[in-house]
């Protein structure tokens, strides 16, 4: 078994395809129709390794299920499955710790291959599935080698996450949303709200204005 799998989706049928998929692909997987429903399995069971959590639930919304969620389980990844994210929710998505956005409508193939991308960064962050532990990854450094994420931008000490300093690297070569898409393995939605949240932590409204900024603070090159 590759691991475990919780889907929390109000969607009967979203929910049965993804569940067989995910199953036929070697997880286990446990259903929960609704946020409280979530709630109470995981008042029963281990910590998931992954969470796939639509967004707009009936009763109790997906943000409030998400918050809830990764209090009790706080090394688990978290996969939000809808129809029509905006970018306010994709950020506060990222703040809690979301690993990536699927957009509805999905096939199964996409639903299991981003399980798979999750279950592999989790193991690459050292919180193994199934085998023994990997070393973490290396820093991102700038010029001085002091490491990108740890560097305040303000006086109130605001950083970049180890992802948007990835982001941030990529927009210096002039890549595309897209292009950083593809390079980090993430969706577009993903990628727009980091660019948004790198852009609001360095006090820049462009992506040519962070880079210029981030060269002028020794950032990069």
Known sequence: MKGTVLIVEDEENLRFFAS???????????????????????DNLSPCDIVLLDLHLGGMDGLTVLRHLKERWPETLFIIITAYATL????????QGVFDYLRKPLDV???????????SSKRAQNVSLTGPTQPPP????????????????SEEGDTLTRREAEVLLLLAESATNR????????????????VTNLLRKMGVSSR??????AREMGLIR
């Open 20 to 42: 067989t998929g995910l199953k036929r692909a070697g997880w286990q997987v446990y259903e929960a129709d609704s946020g409280q429903a979530a709630l109470a399995i995981s």
């Open 88 to 95: 306010d929710s994709a950020i506060e998505g990222l703040r």
């Open 109 to 119: 193939s996409q639903i299991v291959a981003c399980v798979e991308r999750a279950s």
């Open 138 to 153: 290396q820093p991102l450094t700038g010029p001085d080698h002091t490491p990108l994420h740890t560097i305040p931008l």
């Open 179 to 194: 292009t950083i898409a593809e390079r980090l393995d993430i969706s577009l939605i993903t990628v727009k709200s980091h």
């Open 208 to 213: 040519i204005e962070a880079v210029t900024r």
